[in-house]
């Protein structure tokens, strides 16, 4: 499975942005896709997550009310909406897929396929 992220970019504090992860191979076979980010000299967290098989949703509470997480299963791709940009959202955003469903989708360690990273950066 390939994962391909992309959307990120340079955006005025209060804007907004959509992250696309377009998954080819074995893209069928993916029950969860999550979104993670890190910003310089900080650990990497997981900001959203979407579980396939029952379209649940994880977000942190950082995110919560800002950050919204879809899908579109024909074009075997998984958005992160992000609106009301904060100077602290600015980071690497990544996107990961496991072939399998869990609870702990903010679990990095339960993610097998990684996409390259997508830069997103909010002036204030």
């Known amino acids: 499975v390939q994962l391909q992220a992309s959307g990120g970019g340079l955006v005025q504090a209060g804007g907004s942005l959509r992250l696309s992860c377009a998954a080819s191979?074995?893209?069928?076979?993916?029950?969860?896709v999550g979104w993670f980010r890190q910003a310089p000299g900080k650990e990497r967290e997981c900001v959203a997550a979407?579980?396939?098989?029952?379209?649940?949703?994880y977000y942190a509470d950082s995110v919560k009310g800002r950050f919204t997480a879809t899908r579109d299963d024909a074009k075997n791709t998984v958005y992160l909406q992000m609106s009301s940009l904060k100077p602290d959202d600015t980071a690497v955003y990544y996107c990961?897929?496991?072939?399998?469903?869990?609870?702990?989708?903010?679990?990095?360690?339960?993610?097998?396929?990684w996409g390259q990273g997508t830069q997103v950066t909010v002036s204030s």
């Open positions: 191979g074995r893209a069928f076979s993916m029950y969860v």
């Open positions: 979407i579980r396939l098989d029952d379209d649940y949703t």
């Open positions: 990961a897929a496991a072939p399998r469903s869990f609870g702990s989708t903010w679990d990095e360690t339960k993610y097998d396929y």
